[in-house]
């Protein structure tokens, strides 16, 4: 071969590799147009029907960082110019999915517009199998109307993300722990791995809606030391018949929805056992000093605890949690404003 053909032959190597669409690994690729790569990956649970995790596949949320590099503005739409294929098959990412996107941070990409020369990042969920290998093509649209762009794609191996398929249920389980522990003095060995919170404060906050109801039940004001006393009875009795089941029904982006489905003692009950006793004092000792009856009353507190039957709420709490220097916590929320302490400390029941 003179030097003639070989430069020939190696002009032609070259510029097959320039048109290649897959450049530098599997995971990235780029064209005459845009420079594109997966920046990261994992997969998420939303609160819907559609693209329900199941044991052979997920949802995988996956960010990529595309660059324009061509002179004209251009957009890449969920609804047209990003594509999953499974083989031959070509899908389409999940659109409109009802996952409070706004509170978990899953904003659509839907129609994205890059500028000429400036660099995003978009994200898209795809419903996918697991430990399979897909390719994700991206072909967007030009400002220019008359300049069409190729296709390139990317490799998605799933594999890779199977760590955040395993952690999925990770705020079930903290959340399972944190109201045991807190809420019901229970033990639970979760605790520790799964869960940060401000112990006094979640306590305080019971406390709080325990102290409440005591104000509903006893007229005259119970000393400092009777109200601390009468809520370790409470704790005492509730961590022997409360109960909780929780179930993760979101997770993205460190964030979370568990619904918590649960029985606790009916204190909407204490007002009527404290009046009887007051009655019976009353009847008995022909006392008809209020604060003697009282004293009567409070003096039984702990028998008043123990009669009061539980009660299942009538449909779970949504509870939102955010995960914080890698273990979870409960935060409150405008979407999702249930209150535990107020749950386990008080007669609000749902």
């Not at 070989?6 to 845009?34: D, R, Y």
Request: glycine residues 4%; contains cysteine; hydrophobic residues 35%.
């Amino acid at each position: 071969m003179n030097v003639l053909a070989l430069a020939f032959v190696l002009m032609l190597v070259l510029a097959a590799c320039n048109n290649s669409k897959e450049t530098g690994g599997s995971t990235s690729a780029k064209n005459k147009a845009i420079e594109a790569s997966i920046d990261s990956a994992s997969y998420i649970l939303v609160d819907s029907d559609e693209g329900a995790t199941s044991e052979e596949k997920g949802l995988l949320k996956v960010d990529l960082k595309v660059k324009n590099v061509s002179k004209n503005s251009i957009s890449l739409s969920d609804y047209d110019g990003v594509y999953l294929y499974e083989g031959d098959e070509q899908l389409s990412p999940k659109t409109g999915v009802n996952m409070n996107s706004r509170e978990l941070g899953l904003e659509s990409s839907a129609s994205d517009k890059i500028g000429a020369g400036k660099q995003k990042k978009l994200t898209f969920v795809f419903e996918v199998k697991k430990d399979k290998k897909y390719k994700i093509g991206l072909q967007p649209k030009s400002s220019d109307y008359d300049e069409e762009i190729d296709e390139v794609t990317l490799t998605l191996d799933t594999k890779k993300y199977a760590k955040s398929y395993n952690k999925l249920q990770d705020p079930e389980k903290a959340l399972q722990a944190y109201t045991e522990v807190l809420y019901l003095n229970k033990e639970n060995v979760d605790y520790d791995k799964y869960v940060t919170a401000d112990k006094t404060a979640v306590i305080e906050e019971q406390k709080k809606a325990f102290n409440e109801e005591l104000k509903g039940a006893f007229s005259n004001s119970l000393t400092d030391k009777a109200k601390k006393d009468f809520f370790n009875m409470y704790k005492d009795v509730l961590k022997e018949k409360a109960s909780v089941k929780t179930n993760v029904i979101a997770n993205a982006n460190n964030k979370a929805v568990v619904e918590v489905e649960y029985t606790t003692l009916n204190l909407s009950d204490l007002y009527s056992y404290v009046s009887q006793l007051k009655r019976a004092y009353t009847d008995e000792t022909k006392d008809y000093d209020t604060e003697h009856s009282e004293e009567f009353a409070a003096s039984k507190f702990k028998d008043i605890v123990n009669e009061l039957e539980t009660k299942e709420g009538s449909r779970p709490l949504r509870i939102f949690m955010v995960k914080e220097d890698g273990k979870w916590t409960v935060k409150s929320s405008d979407l999702y404003s249930d209150s535990l302490g107020k749950t386990f400390g008080s007669s609000y029941i749902r």
